[in-house]
């Protein structure tokens, strides 16, 4: 009798900033153009990130800058970029380099 396993295929860990915001775009549910705690929180768990909803609000902390619970510009971008690469372990560079 085989023994068969399944391996879940994950999105992989190393993109650039334009596939990172493209990766989250999927998550908006309601298509505002702007990412909320909860949305945040289903693109972690689709990465299987141990904690997801902890470290979903810890991002919202450190990239909400107006603290209206949304990232919406550019710079909470950025700011969750940041966040993905240092507590999330996420290799994430500017295209073309």
Not at 55 to 80: T, V, Y
Request: aromatic residues 10%.
């Amino acid at each position: 009798m085989a023994i068969m396993r399944c391996i879940d295929v994950q999105p992989s860990n190393e993109m650039t900033v334009d596939e990172f915001k493209a990766w989250l775009r999927r998550f908006d549910a309601d298509h505002d153009g702007r990412i909320n705690q909860e949305e945040l929180k289903e693109a972690l768990h689709s990465l299987r990130v141990r904690f997801g909803w902890w470290k979903a609000r810890q991002g919202m902390k450190e990239a909400d800058c107006n603290h209206d619970g949304q990232i919406e510009n550019a710079k909470e971008i950025e700011k969750l970029v940041n966040y993905a690469q240092k507590r999330l372990h996420m290799k994430i560079y500017q295209s073309g380099w």
